[in-house]
């Protein structure tokens, strides 16, 4: 772990090159990486379906504005309404 490295170590580390830091780095970076998507393994298929969920609830909740849009462009019509813009008898 990051939290018990020896402080000696990381005084070493700063006496390194550049480079050797920046490896370093990224082997650190990787390792972390894989620790988080073997944590996250077991529950990957429940978060993309409760993100799946997530959106398919957003846009449900819009449906009732775009029903209230079109009642209001029928209520505002100036024409009589025809068969056409209204399902059951006018």
């Known amino acids: 772990m990051e ?18 830091q920046a490896r370093a780095a990224k082997t ?3 390792a972390a990486r894989a620790a988080l998507a073997s944590m996250l393994a077991p529950v ?14 957003a846009a449900a909740s819009i449906v009732p504005y775009i029903a ?4 209001a ?3 505002l019509a100036r024409a ?3 068969r056409a813009r209204c399902a059951g008898p006018c």
């Open 68 to 71: 209230i849009a079109e009642l």
């Open 44 to 57: 990957r298929r429940r978060t993309r379906l409760a993100m799946a969920l997530r959106i398919v609830g």
């Open 28 to 30: 650190q970076a990787r």
């Open 3 to 20: 939290q018990d490295e020896d402080p000696r170590q990381a005084a070493r580390q700063s006496d390194q090159d550049p480079k050797a």
């Open 73 to 75: 462009k029928v209520l």
């Open 80 to 82: 009589p309404p025809t």
